[in-house]
């Protein structure tokens, strides 16, 4: 529905459209028109110097009279400044930026008055949000196991690991290097290139086990990928079987440094018995780190479910082009993005836009909750953040100069700890 407004100088109608859009139609009265006229002889004015005259104090008849192009050009710049100024102060209606994106169309104009539309974005509409409706599911704790310790060591070992290539039939517990195409399309469309997959239990999937066992370098197989018996019912049912072919292009076995001091030592600690405890509280930190994810998931979900916005295209435009610039600074993604044809590309960026949508939606709605809520931080919480933030990006902090793009991303990261740890807190 459209909304108007008036006053003595202006009459506006104001249109809402999608994607944040305003469209403002102005008609003047001949009070602006007269005001923007005068405003424009001064300018023109300023600029002129002749004879007799300083620059500038030429009489406002000769520069009426000698320079009517100049006035006239000067006058719709003005129309649309006063107008738009004018307009804005009555409505109360604000662009998302001034620097670009406002449009304008001067309709017509005379001493009597004048008709223009202006088409700019607003920042999204942002409904007041109800916390206490908010249910949070039980997230059960991954019990700790003193064999994800061993397993997080022995992974760690890798690092160090010497390859050895083995000329024999491929047995439980190998490395293999293997190329993988997808047959069901034309041409047939290489997955994995020169990639390393260690034929374990629980480390490929059974399929692949099943036919690489008793393979040898070089062999060529062709199969049909198929989902392991015990998948999640859920994973079984989302499982696409395709047709495969896999190269094997070498066969290693993988000698690990042994689990003594001086690998300790590698790994920052003085000896093993310090580096298990240190991989220990590691391991019962991330299981906290799970816990309080799969928190902030659900609450990001109870609020992108209940509470969708309209949200400018200029936001999800930069958002977007974000997204998608630090995926493909990952040389792995970068790696299987060039394989992808123009189809899957189109698809992979679809997934980013909508998580664009989701960033982006998620941000007003969590600045609404800290306005609402009325959520304080201190400047002294802003500091230790941005330091904190620094030492993430290998910068050396200096307290007494810190940029002030960090403390802007402290005070982004402060805003939603403390709105999450509210809501979890009141739920």
Avoid at 101 to 120: C, D, M, P, V
Avoid at 137 to 164: C, G, H, M, P, T
Wanted: aromatic share 8%.
């Amino acid at each position: 529905m459209d909304l108007e407004f008036e006053n003595e100088k202006v009459h506006v109608k104001v249109t809402k459209k999608p994607a944040c859009l305003v469209e403002l139609n102005i008609t003047t009265s001949s009070l602006l028109t007269e005001e923007a006229k005068n405003k424009a002889i001064k300018n023109v004015k300023k600029e002129i110097s002749i004879s007799g005259f300083r620059k500038g104090k030429a009489p406002d008849s000769y520069i009426i009279t000698n320079y009517p192009k100049e006035i006239e050009a000067e006058w719709k710049n003005e129309l649309a400044n006063l107008s738009f100024l004018e307009a804005e102060k009555l409505v109360k209606i604000y662009p998302l930026s001034y620097s670009e994106r406002i449009s304008y169309n001067l309709k017509k104009y005379s001493e009597e008055g004048a008709e223009l539309t202006f088409t700019f974005e607003t920042e999204p509409t942002v409904p007041t949000i109800d916390i206490k409706k908010f249910k949070l599911k039980e997230v059960k704790e991954k019990k700790f196991e003193l064999k994800d310790v061993d397993e997080l060591i022995r992974q760690s070992r890798f690092f160090y690991a010497k390859w050895n290539e083995v000329d024999r039939p491929i047995k439980l517990g190998d490395y293999v290097i293997l190329d993988i195409e997808a047959l069901d399309v034309n041409p047939p469309k290489k997955i994995f290139s020169d990639v390393r997959f260690e034929i374990k239990e629980k480390s490929v999937a059974n399929w692949m086990k099943d036919v690489l066992i008793d393979a040898k370098k070089n062999d060529i197989i062709e199969t049909i990928s198929k989902p392991d018996k015990d998948l999640p019912k859920e994973e079984k049912t989302e499982f696409e079987e395709k047709r495969v072919r896999i190269t094997v292009k070498k066969i290693e076995e993988a000698i690990l440094p042994p689990l003594d001091d001086s690998f300790a030592k590698k790994m920052g600690k003085n000896n093993v018995e310090d580096l298990k405890k240190a991989v220990e509280e590691l391991i019962k930190k991330m299981n906290k780190e799970k816990i309080l994810k799969d928190k902030i998931d659900q609450i990001n979900q109870f609020l992108l479910k209940n509470y969708p916005l309209d949200l400018p295209k200029s936001l999800l435009e930069i958002e977007f082009k974000t997204k998608k610039e630090e995926l493909l600074k990952n040389p792995e993604f970068k790696k299987d993005w060039d394989l992808k044809n123009i189809e899957e590309k189109k698809e992979i960026e679809k997934f980013i836009l909508n998580d664009s949508r989701d960033a982006v939606t998620l941000i007003y709605l969590i600045r609404k909750i800290f306005q609402d809520e009325k959520i304080k931080i201190e400047e002294k919480e802003i500091k230790e953040k941005s330091i904190e933030i620094m030492k993430e990006k290998m910068k050396k902090p200096e307290i007494k100069t810190i940029p002030q793009e960090y403390l802007a991303l402290a005070f982004s990261r402060l805003c939603m700890e403390k709105v999450y740890d509210h809501i979890l807190k009141n739920c």
